[in-house]
């Protein structure tokens, strides 16, 4: 789904309102334009790309594998790199936020499919819920470039209660950054940091828009 002429769209001002309408003024009209724009409900936006870069070191590989019991939300297979990579983003608004479904590549396999709920919600006004009831809280920063969402804490939500994992339990900081590259270009990077074990897992994908 391409974008529509920035002149026709409607107004999406819930990432705005995240970081405030000075970091957002300084923000390049392209990055403007991909988290300004609002969806219809149901309705979808689709980017294509590539994995250029992937690495994990050997924590990050056993936190990958273990993230697979509650959804896969992280990257577990650097046969991914230079595969393509395809994220779609769907409005939700019985849930007050969006889907997001991010499809990796895998040489000779099926593809690692990443699905996720961001809801705008929660101490920071954004959570992500990534399956079997545990979540991210956000926050975001801005800077010439593009976007980025770094871990505040992790969550399990049982019955209507947000409990905090213990720290013993967090794999790490996540931090995911939107950067836009120009001739409608913009890098998809999530990082997950250890204190203890450094970089565990480092993907960036580079994508398209028309």
């Known amino acids: 789904m391409d974008f529509p002429p920035h002149s026709s769209m409607e107004i999406d001002n819930r990432f705005r309102?995240?970081?405030?309408q000075t970091a957002w003024a300084a923000l390049p009209h392209r990055v403007q334009h991909r988290f300004g724009h609002c969806l219809a409900d149901g309705a979808s936006v689709v980017y294509q790309g590539k994995v250029v870069a992937m690495r994990m070191n050997v924590a990050g590989r056993l936190v990958a594998q273990l993230a697979r019991l509650v959804g896969g939300p992280l990257p577990y297979d650097t046969s991914c790199l230079g595969q393509p990579a395809v994220v779609t983003v769907t409005e939700d608004r019985a849930g007050?936020?969006?889907?997001?479904v991010r499809q990796y590549g895998r040489s000779g396999r099926f593809p690692q499919v990443i699905h996720s709920s961001k809801r705008f919600t929660g101490p920071t006004g954004i959570e992500e819920y990534i399956g079997a009831g545990i979540g991210i809280t956000l926050r975001v920063s801005t800077d010439h470039s593009g976007i980025c969402f770094h871990s505040?804490?992790?969550?399990?939500?049982?019955?209507?209660?947000?409990?905090r994992l213990p720290s013993w339990l967090r794999p790490g900081t996540l931090t995911i950054a939107h950067k836009d590259l120009g001739d409608a270009r913009?890098?998809?990077?999530?990082?997950?940091?250890?204190r203890l074990f450094g970089e565990l897992i480092r993907q960036d994908a580079l994508f398209f828009d028309r």
């Open 96 to 100: 007050c936020g969006q889907f997001w």
């Open 17 to 20: 309102d995240l970081v405030g």
């Open 186 to 194: 913009f890098l998809f990077s999530l990082t997950l940091h250890s």
């Open 152 to 163: 505040d804490h992790y969550f399990v939500q049982v019955c209507h209660r947000k409990l």
